[in-house]
Structures are given as C-alpha cells and as structure tokens.
C-alpha cells in the first residue's frame, strides 16, 4: 500500500493513553500496545499508530511528521503549533472530561487577584500559555519552568503557580486558592493542513471520527425497549418527553413495542414508573454508537 494510502495517526502516551484506548474499541478498533513498544497496531491496515507525549503532539502534526493525533487544547496553544481541530472529544471518562490551568496561591497569601502577582515568580509547566494569559492581563512577573510537583511551590519556591486541575482535590490538599482560570481544555482530534487538504486522509479521517464520536454520543445513554397495551401508550409517552421513541405493533394488535435511547442517570427513577404506566417486558441494553 503506498504512503498516500497510510493514515499516521498519533496517539497520546500518558495519561490520556488508556482511555483513548478504551474510546478506540467503543468506536471498533482494537488497538494493541507491546510492552516499552511506542508503535501499537490496530486492526485498520490503512492506518499507522504512534505513541506520543501529548505536550509534543501538536507539533509532529504541524510538521507533517505525523497526520493527526488527539491533544489536549492546552497544548496546542503551547506549542503554537498551526494545526486543523477536526474535532472537540471531551467525554465523560477520566482525562477526557474539561480540565482547568488555574492561576493559584497559597491560603494567606498577601496574593487577592492576578495583579497582585506583578513582578513575582510564578512557576509552571506551561510556559507559553502562561506568558500569553499575563500579557492579556497587562501583568509582567517572572515566569519559571516547574518539572512537577508544581502544587508544593508556594510559599518557598514560587509566589503562585499554573496548574492543571480536573475536580480541585489536588489544590485544595495543598491549602491553594485560585485567583483566576488561565484556561480550560479538552482533548481534540487535530490534523496537519496537509493531511486535512489530502481528499483520502481527510475522507479516512471523517469516517473515523464519525465513529469516535458515536461512541462518545452513546457513553451515558442505554437503550429501553417494552411491550405496552395500546390502551396505555399515552401514559407511556407522557413519561418520554422528547425522546422520539419508535412505535412497532406486535403481533397482537393490541399491543405495541416501544424502542427510546435515553440518558443512563433517568433509568433508575424512569422504569418503575414504566412500570406503573402499564408497560411490560422493560429492557434495558447497553448502546455503543449514536450516529446522528
């Protein structure tokens, strides 16, 4: 097969790894990754995997060393790479749900807002995005590179500092108050201007994303079917507003099949009411993809 024939799609190593992984075989792709091997196969023989740190994704995509690959937002503002976003995945599992990079200091600093923090030191893994967001604020401070552990800075190593933070726990363990958001990510599926021009690789890209996102679609929703009297169908469907259930008669023409995909969280409180309403034979059953 000729290189114009190969997709190079570049996958997240770290922390978005596994649950990218999982995502990949909810869209019908089964992703094997080798032990301290960095090139996992898949079973799509037009598509090439690699596994890349997600703060250096964006800019082998802009290179055109690889096609496209999923990063976060984040870190695509940080490298300033001129990339294509195909696509926003955040989704309702770990690493792929809205993260925050939030200005914090230390509880009883003398720090109360952002221009409070002029000419002090503040450090961080995001360099770029950090100088960008002061610049925006009008604030000029000294910005230091943190390796990690970049929550135990302040008071001693650093005034404040910007970090990542999913629910807050890690903040809030380390007595940190946020003065301001610096800015907020999702992971995205993002593509060179080569590849995305290309009329094959942007044709193989929609159809894979069509997928990802069916799968993304369908992660808090499940499937009720039920057999209800027609007698009873009105106060059946009072109790699916806006669900667009299907309607199939039975072979007894009293009776009718009633198909609806809803959220997962109304189940619990929705069947006994079914129940109540008159339906009968209720089945819940798991959904993998939604295509709209």
């Known amino acids: 097969m000729s290189e114009d024939r190969k997709l190079r799609l570049a996958l997240p190593k770290g922390s978005l790894q596994e649950t990218t992984l999982s995502l990949f075989a909810r869209a019908g792709y089964d992703i094997r990754v080798k032990s301290r091997s960095y090139y996992p196969t898949i079973n799509d023989s037009e598509i090439e995997c690699i596994l890349i740190r997600p703060q250096e994704m964006a800019r082998y995509v802009a290179q055109g060393v690889m096609d496209c690959g999923i990063t976060g937002v984040d870190w695509v503002i940080e490298s300033g790479a001129d990339v294509v976003e195909l696509s926003d995945l955040r989704a309702p599992w770990p690493n792929y749900v809205p993260v925050r990079w939030v200005l914090a200091v230390k509880e009883g600093s003398p720090f109360e807002t952002p221009q409070d923090l002029a000419g002090q030191r503040i450090a961080t893994e995001v360099v770029g995005l950090t100088e960008r967001y002061l610049e925006r604020q009008g604030i000029q401070a000294q910005i230091e590179f943190s390796w990690g552990a970049t929550e135990v800075k302040p008071p001693v190593l650093a005034d404040a500092i910007v970090d990542v933070t999913e629910t807050g726990s890690s903040l809030r363990a380390n007595n940190l108050k946020v003065l301001d958001v610096v800015q907020e990510s999702t992971p995205r599926f993002i ?84 129940s109540a309403a008159g339906a009968q034979v209720i089945v819940e059953t798991p959904v993998n993809k939604i295509i709209d």
């Open 191 to 274: 593509a060179s201007h080569e590849a995305a021009s290309n009329d094959w690789k942007r044709s193989k890209m929609d159809r894979l994303l069509m997928l990802i996102n069916g799968a993304i679609a369908a992660a808090t929703r499940v499937g009720l079917s039920m057999n209800v009297p027609r007698s009873q169908l009105d106060a059946v469907l009072e109790l699916l507003p806006g669900a667009s259930p299907t309607i199939s008669t039975l072979s007894d023409p009293d009776w009718v099949d009633v198909f609806v995909i809803i959220e997962e969280e109304r189940v619990r409180e929705l069947i006994p009411a079914l």
